[in-house]
C-alpha cells in the first residue's frame, strides 16, 4: 500500500511505498517521514504505521556557500568505519524553517552539546533530511568546528558513539536496534518531540531565549549571525571553565565565575553547569560549592 501527498509549495504529487523498515519505525517512534528534493525547496511527507499520512511540510532552499562539514582525504588512506558526510550536495534551510522542523528544545539541545564539544546523534528515516539538518546547524556553529560522520547500521553506530565529538547521522532503525545510548550522548530523533527535565530545560535556557530572539529578527543573515555570536560565546565560557576546574578540585561560585567571566549571566552559568555535567560527567555539585560553604573553600 502507497501512501501518495500533494506538495503544496509546487503541487507535484508524489507517491511511496513504505517498507518494513518504515513501519517498524512508525510503530516504535508513532510517524516514519520521507522527504523529496523539488529543487528549490524539500517536501517531508510524515506517516504512521497504517500508512495515513499524518501531516506535511515543505523546507525552502538556501542558496549558500559550501561550508566545510569534514575536509576530504587529501590521500589515499586505510579504510575506516568512520565515514564523513560532505555537504557541497547537501542543501540548508532557512533558520525559521530549521525550527518549525526541529522544535526549539531540539535545535538548542543540539546547539549546546556541539558548543560542549560533545557526540549528537541525528536519527531519521530520511537520511538526506538529517543531512540537510546537520549542514544548517553546522552553519550556525560558525567557527566552532564539528564533523558530521554517517553510522549506517548497529554495527557502525556503536563504535560511533563513542567518538568524543561532532554529528553522526544514522537510520531509525539502527537506533532502535542498539537500544539505550550513553548518556553523555545527545540524541535528536527529527521525528518524535523531546521531553526535557526541569533540570534539562533551565541548562538550555540561554539557547532557548536566543532562538526565541533570532525567530524575530529580520532577515536571514542577522538571524543566523545572532546564533553565531551565542555559541561562540557560549565554547569561550565553557572552554575557560574546564581550564579552571582542571587545575583546581574544588571552588567557590563566586571565585569561579570570577575566574571564568566576571560579566557571566545567571542563563549562562546554568549552561555551564548542564554542559559540564551531561556530556563531560563532572559533578559539579562536588567541584563547584555554592552558598555560604564557599567562604570556607581555600583558594
Not at 37 to 47: K, W, Y
Not at 217 to 229: N, P
Request: net charge positive.
Amino acid at each position: 500500500m502507497s501512501i501518495r501527498a500533494t506538495c503544496p509549495t509546487c503541487g507535484k504529487v508524489e507517491e511511496y511505498t513504505p517498507d518494513e523498515e518504515d513501519i517498524k519505525v512508525a510503530k516504535a517512534r508513532g510517524v516514519a517521514s520521507i522527504s523529496f528534493n523539488h529543487g528549490d525547496h524539500v517536501f517531508i511527507v510524515f506517516f504512521d504505521a497504517s500508512r495515513k499520512v499524518r501531516r506535511t511540510t515543505t523546507l525552502k532552499v538556501v542558496p549558500s556557500r559550501p561550508t566545510t562539514i569534514a575536509k576530504p582525504a587529501e590521500e589515499a588512506r586505510p579504510p575506516s568505519p568512520r565515514r564523513a558526510v560532505p555537504v557541497k550536495e547537501v542543501p540548508t534551510m532557512p533558520f525559521d524553517d530549521l525550527c518549525s522542523l526541529l522544535g526549539e528544545e531540539k535545535l538548542a539541545l543540539m546547539l549546546v552539546a556541539l558548543t560542549a564539544n560533545a557526540r549528537v546523534v541525528v536519527a531519521s528515516s530520511s537520511p538526506d533530511l538529517a543531512k540537510s539538518v546537520c549542514s544548517t546547524v553546522l552553519s550556525l556553529m560558525g567557527p566552532v568546528e564539528a564533523v558530521v560522520d554517517e553510522a549506517l547500521g548497529p554495527e557502525e553506530l556503536r563504535p560511533a558513539l563513542s567518538k568524543p565529538s561532532g554529528m553522526v547521522i544514522t537510520e531509525h532503525g539502527s537506533l532502535i536496534a542498539i537500544g539505550d545510548v550513553p548518556s553523555h550522548v545527545a540524541v535528536i530523533d527529527l521525528e518524535t518531540s523531546i521531553k526535557l527535565s526541569r533540570k534539562e530545560r533551565r541548562g538550555l535556557r540561554a539557547m532557548l531565549k536566543a532562538i526565541e530572539k533570532a525567530k524575530k529578527l529580520r532577515g536571514e543573515a542577522t538571524k543566523v549571525a545572532f546564533i553565531r555570536s551565542k555559541v561562540v560565546r557560549l565554547r569561550m565560557l565553557f572552554e575557560k571553565a574546564l581550564d579552571v576546574l582542571g587545575k583546581m578540585d574544588r571552588i567557590g561560585e563566586t571565585v569561579f565565575k570570577r575566574k571564568v567571566d566576571p560579566a557571566i549571566t545567571p542563563d549562562e552559568l546554568d549552561a555551564l553547569y548542564f554542559a559540564l555535567k551531561r556530556f563531560k560527567g563532572i559533578d559539579v555539585s562536588k567541584r563547584i560549592v555554592r552558598g555560604p560553604a564557599e567562604f570556607a573553600v581555600r583558594f
